[in-house]
C-alpha cells in the first residue's frame, strides 16, 4: 500500500489570501522532512493558482469540480480546469454540499466521470447521516451511495479513486466514529469493491476517515481502524495541530 494520505479540506476558509498563504507556510514549517506521509491541501477555488508547493512536496486538491468540460454553466469550474492549474486530486459527493447544496448521487456520479476524464484523481465521499445510523440503514447507504456514485466506472478507471468514509453525525461534532466502528466500515466498503471490480481494487483502494480528526485519534484510525489516511475538516485550519495529525500519522 501506498504512504498515507493526509487530506486538508479547508472549505469556505480563510478570508483572504493572504491568510491562506500564511497558514499554508505555517503547515509546510510545522511538518518539514516528514516524508512517510502524503500531504494534499484542499483551499477555495480562489487561491488554488497562488498555491506553488515546490519545498514541501504537497499536493493540490480541489473541493468540487463540475461535470462539463465547459459551456455556459455560470458559477461553476470544470475538472480541466482544475488540472490545468495544477490539481492532482479533488473532492467529489462531500456531504455538506450535498446537505447544503442538495447534490445527489446521479450528479456525483457525473462528476466522478469528469474528474477521472480529467486526470484528476477523486477523494469519494461517503457516510450515513444521523437519522439513518439510528434507523439501521448506515451499510445500506454506503452500499448505495458507492454503487450509485461509481455508476459506468471501469474497472481501470476505479484505480485512481480514493474512498473517504466520513460518517456525518461525525463531521464537526467532536464525537468522531470508534476506531473499532470505523475498521468495521472499511473492511464492508473493500467488500462492496470486491463484489463490484475484483479482489485486488478492494485491496489496493485508499480509504480515508474523515470526521472530527485530531492529533489525538489520528494514529488510532491509521493502526487501528486500518485506514490509509485522513479527510481533515476544521483541524487543517489550525497550523499546529494539522502538523501533530501529520506528525502522528508519519508513526505509522
Request: contains cysteine; aromatic residues 6%.
Amino acid at each position: 500500500m501506498k504512504q498515507p494520505l493526509i487530506v486538508a479540506n479547508w472549505k469556505c476558509n480563510p478570508t483572504t489570501l493572504a491568510e491562506a498563504q500564511k497558514l499554508l507556510k505555517t503547515i509546510e514549517k510545522g511538518v518539514k522532512n516528514i516524508k512517510k506521509v502524503e500531504v494534499v491541501i484542499c483551499p477555495p477555488f480562489v487561491y488554488l493558482s497562488g498555491f506553488r508547493f515546490r519545498a514541501s512536496g504537497f499536493r493540490l486538491g480541489a473541493q468540487d469540480c463540475f461535470w462539463e468540460e465547459k459551456g455556459a454553466f455560470t458559477g461553476e469550474i470544470s475538472a480541466k480546469m482544475l488540472k490545468g492549474l495544477g490539481c492532482k486530486y479533488v473532492i467529489i459527493g462531500h456531504s455538506e454540499r450535498k446537505g447544503h447544496l442538495k447534490e445527489t448521487n446521479e450528479m456525483i456520479a457525473k462528476k466522478m466521470k469528469a474528474a477521472i476524464a480529467a486526470g484528476l484523481k477523486p477523494i469519494f465521499c461517503i457516510g450515513e447521516t444521523q437519522k439513518e445510523k439510528r434507523e439501521g440503514q448506515g451499510l445500506r447507504t454506503l452500499n448505495s451511495q458507492i454503487s450509485k456514485g461509481l455508476k459506468d466506472i471501469k474497472e481501470k478507471e476505479a484505480r485512481n479513486i480514493i474512498i473517504a468514509y466520513e460518517p456525518v453525525w461525525a463531521i464537526g461534532t467532536g464525537k468522531p466514529c470508534e476506531v473499532d466502528t470505523t475498521l468495521t466500515k472499511s473492511l464492508i466498503i473493500r467488500q462492496v469493491l470486491k463484489k463490484r471490480y475484483s479482489l485486488s481494487l478492494s485491496r489496493k483502494t485508499r480509504i480515508l476517515y474523515g470526521g472530527s480528526v485530531t492529533s489525538q485519534n489520528a494514529l488510532k484510525y491509521i493502526r487501528g481502524a486500518k485506514m490509509n489516511g485522513l479527510l481533515v475538516g476544521g483541524a487543517s485550519l489550525k497550523a499546529q495541530e494539522f502538523s501533530k495529525i501529520v506528525k502522528e500519522v508519519s508513526k505509522s
